[in-house]
């Protein structure tokens, strides 16, 4: 079975901080993903990566940055954490989109910023 | 991008079928049906997935209609825990993969 670890599932951190979200896949997927989920707002994409050091933008990447060092590997950085990134972010990875193979998700992480 | 409609919600007695409706009437001719699901406070679980032809794994059945307008999850004999948010998503795969999460249907399977 495919495994997605999201390093943490319950996470508070403070205004201004600098925050890590890390995400790691088990079955040598080229695509990473990362969303938020809020309530009334369903998911939505952050950003997400066809390859190593490749990144896009998704539809609300302001505040956030990625990196993907390597092929399991996709954090997501809260530059300056700010109360409305409060949430739940779900990571998620599949094979590139020709294979019309599925995504498979973390559990996520939520975060409170205070 | 195309969407989905879905209601809300639906009951379903524990033991027996539940069908869950999903319209996507803008689909188009490559693109997917895929279906997930949310328990509550996790991330959402991959259940199937189809093109034009009927599919069935150990988890459910999707049955889509000819014209592709619109489809339906079966899950033969619900139990307790397939009480979750149910998602049907049309894939466009052209844009690298990313899923377009609707409202879904939250499904209530009751003893």
């Known amino acids: 079975d495919v495994k997605v670890t999201q390093s943490s599932r319950y996470l508070v951190k403070r205004t201004g901080e600098k925050v890590f979200l890390e995400c790691v896949q088990d079955m040598d997927h080229e695509n990473m993903f990362w969303y938020r989920q809020d309530p009334g707002l369903g998911l939505r994409l952050i950003y997400f990566?066809?390859?190593?050091?490749?990144?896009e933008k998704g539809d609300i990447p302001e505040g956030y940055s990625v990196s993907r060092e390597k092929k399991e590997r996709f954090s997501l950085i809260l530059e300056s954490a700010s109360t409305n990134q409060t949430s739940m972010y779900l990571c998620?990875?599949?094979?590139?989109?020709?294979?019309?193979?599925?995504?498979?998700f973390g559990d996520g992480t939520r975060l409170s910023i205070l | 991008d195309a969407k989905t409609t879905q209601p809300p919600s639906m009951d379903c007695a524990e033991g027996r079928a539940a069908n869950l409706p999903c319209n996507h009437s803008t689909i188009s001719g490559n693109e997917y049906v895929y279906w997930y699901r949310q328990i509550h406070s996790q991330g959402p679980q991959y259940i199937i997935h189809g093109l034009k032809n009927n599919e069935t794994n150990e988890m459910a059945s999707l049955i889509i209609t000819e014209d592709r307008k619109s489809s339906t999850l079966i899950l033969p004999h619900a139990t307790l825990r397939d009480t979750a948010v149910y998602y049907c998503?049309?894939?466009?795969?052209?844009?690298?993969?990313?899923?377009?999460f609707g409202q879904g249907t939250e499904l209530s399977v009751k003893p």
């Open positions: 998503i049309v894939s466009i795969y052209n844009q690298g993969g990313k899923l377009i």
């Open positions: 990566s066809y390859d190593v050091k490749m990144k």
């Open positions: 998620a990875s599949s094979p590139p989109p020709g294979s019309n193979q599925p995504q498979h």
